[in-house]
């Protein structure tokens, strides 16, 4: 609240190619990280900040 940092979905993001998404949803760790896995082509970092920081 109050940063005006917007949020989009991860569609919208995806077309930005981006080198890395901040996961802040660590505790879905394993589900994203087995998602990920089955993207074809995928060359993205994810970035978990807790419990400690981790780049994948």
Do not use: C, Q
Not at 8 to 28: C, G, L, Q
């Amino acid at each position: 609240p109050g940063t005006l940092i917007p949020i989009i979905s991860e569609t919208e993001a995806r077309k930005m190619n981006p080198d890395y998404f901040f996961v802040f949803p660590w505790h879905f760790k394993e589900f994203i990280l087995k998602k990920e896995e089955s993207i074809a082509g995928n060359d993205l970092s994810l970035l978990f900040p807790l419990p400690s920081i981790e780049i994948i």
